[in-house]
């Protein structure tokens, strides 16, 4: 059963025991109460007029309630609520002075006092939220107030991640925090994948799931499942960024463009390739390497090797060494976005 339809039967419910209320009243006024069951009757009409309330009313209100709040700011969210108090204890203090009046101002003077103070409060605290945010601890400004999110939270895994497989030797090392959360939606992507008719996409799904179950038996985090209702026309990149936004979340890939559009909504990206190149050997120009070539390059003469941990190593002059060890001396390093290279010469003899 569905949270939505627990929801419908607890208004339908309530709304019974009104209905049985209101009718054993009537029935207890009525100069023929035998004549017609007020209380089964009423019972029944509550049933049915909550069942069509919650469904066409509660559900939907609750459901743009729920949208709303999504977009609020855990700090706008603790400024509204300080404001709020704030506002409603001067309202309070001010309305002892008006509740001994007679007739309605002590009444409606008490109750004026706290709508206008306590709205008040909120919206000044709202708008005032930076300078609150001054206020508090380091530590605490970049957990409850920042944009980015706690790096010991939730981690949404994207497709790609799962298919490079190199989170499965991270998981194990301890640098990963939290819970590790794959959506239902990148599940089904990755099952799509396994089963397409293309023999390199159908491997590299396969691959994904296998990388999922050694996950789920050698991973020191938790791994976590999660059923979200994605049944729409969005992309799955889209989907996930939204996911992630609404939950507070990080996103774990190796997906480029995905990284660019997550940073630009605010959302924090923890990227497999950036950490990979973070963890390069540090070369500075003038120092010296043995590098086997194994192809030529772009440029007339240049040959091209790797080193171990696959950077590109462009050697001018290098393509009559082919498919042999040569000592070079490197003379500048070209950090990109793909990864690095490293440019050099043969070493004079």
């Given at each position: ?47 049915a007029?909550?069942?069509i309330?919650?469904?066409?009313l ?14 609020i ?8 609520t300080?404001?709020?108090i ?11 002075a ?12 008490p ?16 708008s ?8 508090l601890p380091?530590?605490?400004?970049r ?7 706690n790096?010991t939270g ?8 799962i ?6 030797d ?12 794959i ?7 990755l ?40 049944h ?14 609404s ?21 924090g ?10 963890l390069k ?12 070539i ?5 440029e007339f ?19 009559r ?10 003379t ?8 690095r ?9």
């Amino acid at each position: 059963m569905g949270v939505k339809w627990w929801y419908r039967l607890a208004g339908a419910l309530i709304a019974g025991l009104v209905g049985w209320s209101a009718g054993t009243l009537v029935s207890g006024t009525s100069n023929n109460p035998d004549f017609i069951p007020w209380g089964p009757g009423g019972l029944i009409l509550g049933v049915a007029f909550g069942s069509i309330l919650t469904s066409y009313l509660i559900l939907p209100l609750m459901t743009r309630l729920r949208r709303a709040f999504a977009d609020i700011t855990f700090s706008a969210l603790v400024s509204a609520t300080v404001g709020l108090i704030v506002g409603l204890t001067v309202a309070a203090l001010l309305s002892v002075a008006f509740a001994r009046l007679p007739g309605w101002p002590g009444v409606a003077v008490p109750i004026a006092l706290s709508t206008i103070l306590g709205s008040l409060g909120l919206v000044i605290m709202v708008s005032q939220q930076k300078e609150l945010y001054q206020l508090l601890p380091e530590h605490s400004r970049r957990d409850a107030f920042s944009g980015r999110i706690n790096p010991t939270g939730r981690v949404l895994m994207d497709t790609s991640a799962i298919i490079d497989g190199r989170i499965a030797d991270i998981s194990k090392t301890g640098f990963v925090h939290g819970t590790m959360v794959i959506p239902r939606f990148i599940l089904d992507e990755l099952r799509h994948v396994a089963d397409s008719n293309d023999a390199i996409r159908r491997n590299r799904g396969r691959r994904g799931l296998e990388m999922l179950n050694k996950l789920r038996k050698e991973a020191e985090v938790p791994i976590q499942i999660l059923d979200v209702d994605a049944h729409d026309d969005s992309e799955v990149d889209a989907k996930l960024v939204k996911l992630a936004k609404s939950l507070k979340a990080q996103i774990l890939t190796t997906d480029f463009n995905l990284n660019r559009v997550a940073e630009l909504q605010g959302i924090g990206v923890l990227n497999i390739n950036e950490l990979a190149n973070a963890l390069k050997p540090v070369v500075l120009p003038g120092e010296e390497m043995v590098v086997r070539i194994i192809q030529e390059g772009k440029e007339f003469g240049q040959g091209v090797g790797f080193l171990d941990d696959g950077t590109m190593v462009v050697v001018e002059g290098g393509k009559r060494h082919l498919n042999s060890h040569l000592e070079v001396s490197i003379t500048r390093v070209l950090q990109t976005s793909a990864g690095r290279i490293i440019f050099a010469q043969p070493q004079e003899n």
